[in-house]
Structure formats: structure tokens, C-alpha cells
T-cell receptor, first 114, second 115 residues
């Protein structure tokens, strides 16, 4: 039973470059979440989808961030252009979308922007 | 904004002993779920235990149990017979809005287990 799959595991890029993070949720889950983790701010919810539709993107920090979910098995988080302050671990999580449904997290992508 | 507070940035415990990690939250809802997650050095976020707010009985999963005080909005995690593999960051989480599946997380408690 495959869990949430994220790629890449690590990403190092230069300031100004475009970065795309990828996520494959657990099959059958209909909600998908993108979180960002930093030492200063902890885990922050960036955006979440239900049935492939963005429901709440109020946590997306700036217009440089965008997320898509073209189908039930794939989502991307894009940063363009990237900045050093975007350096963080980005997690994707999925769930059945019910009140008692726990989130199942991927292993995260550690992004370093130099 | 709704918040989840973990007042202990770091805790340590001797192997085989018991430790309690504290968490408080705020919500105006009466029906919700609360969660504890563990994040070992591997970075993976692992569900430890969940509590249904409308249930009086505290949830238990093997060596892990919670002390849920609804009126006080307190949700502490007790780890019994601590093992070296329990060393990790522990995060408490509650719904961002009652009834919502979006979770807000505390800043975490780093648990060290001493042999």
C-alpha cells in the first residue's frame, strides 16, 4: 500500500529560478494538502484541494506560489521566481476528507534556494 | 486565529520511564477531532493517536495515551515505557475551524530519550 509520494526529496536551486514540487496522494483519498515547515513558523497550511478543486489557498504566501491538481492522482506546487526565504521543507498530505480523517503525509521535499 | 500551543519546546525522559507532552488549543466547536503526530529525524510525519472530542474516554494506542480535558481545551500525550525509538518531534494538531478537515499544528516538542 503506497503512501503519499513526493518528489524530489531534495531540491537546491538559485534565486530567481522556477521550482516545481510534485505529489501523488494515496489512491482513494479525495483531499490533498500542501504544508510548509520552517523552524521559525512551524507547519503552515498553504493550500488544500477537495476532489481536485482548490478550496482554500489563503495560506499561499505570495503570487509567486501556485498549486494545481489536474487529476485525483497528481498535484504540483510551483514557486516562480524562487527566493532564499522560500527555503523550507514542503509536505504534501492526503486524506479521505472527513472530520475524523487523519492526514497522511509524504516524506517532504527539502527546498534550498541560494 | 485559532492556535495550538505546545508549551514545552524540549523534553527528555529516561528509557522505560513515562513522559507527558502538553498541548492546548482553542476552538468554539463542540464536535471535532484532535491529533498527535510524531516526526523522527527521517522527517516523516506519523500519526500517533487521535481523540474524538465528544467522547469522554481518553484514546489509547499501546504505550501512547491522551489526557483530554475538553473544558480546559487541553490535550496532552502520555508515553509510557519510553523507548529509544520514541525520540522525535511531537506535534499536536486540531482543526483550523471546527468541523473542518484542515489542521493547524503546534510548534512541536522535541523529545529526547536517554538510555
Amino acid at each position: 500500500d503506497a503512501g503519499v509520494i513526493q518528489s524530489p526529496r531534495h531540491e537546491v536551486t538559485e534565486m530567481g529560478q522556477e521550482v516545481t514540487l510534485r505529489c501523488k496522494p494515496i489512491s482513494g483519498h479525495n483531499s490533498l494538502f500542501w504544508y510548509r515547515q520552517t523552524m521559525m513558523r512551524g507547519l503552515e497550511l498553504l493550500i488544500y484541494f477537495n476532489n481536485n478543486v482548490p478550496i482554500d489557498d489563503s495560506g499561499m504566501p505570495e503570487d509567486r506560489f501556485s498549486a494545481k491538481m489536474p487529476n485525483a492522482s497528481f498535484s504540483t506546487l510551483k514557486i516562480q521566481p524562487s527566493e532564499p526565504r522560500d527555503s523550507a521543507v514542503y509536505f504534501c498530505a492526503s486524506s479521505f476528507g472527513q472530520l475524523n480523517s487523519p492526514l497522511h503525509f509524504g516524506n517532504g521535499t527539502r527546498l534550498t534556494v541560494t | 486565529a485559532q492556535t495550538v500551543t505546545q508549551s514545552q519546546p524540549e523534553m527528555s525522559v529516561q528509557e522505560a520511564e513515562t513522559v507527558t507532552l502538553s498541548c492546548t488549543y482553542d476552538t468554539s466547536e463542540s464536535d471535532y477531532y484532535l491529533f498527535w503526530y510524531k516526526q523522527p529525524p527521517s522527517r516523516q510525519m506519523i500519526l500517533v493517536i487521535r481523540q474524538e472530542a465528544y467522547k469522554q474516554q481518553n484514546a489509547t494506542e499501546n504505550r501512547f495515551s491522551v489526557n483530554f480535558q475538553k473544558a480546559a481545551k487541553s490535550f496532552s500525550l502520555k508515553i509510557s515505557d519510553s523507548q529509544l525509538g520514541d525520540a522525535a518531534m511531537y506535534f499536536c494538531a486540531s482543526p483550523l475551524q471546527g468541523g473542518s478537515e484542515k489542521l493547524v499544528f503546534g510548534k512541536g516538542t522535541k523529545l529526547t530519550v536517554n538510555p
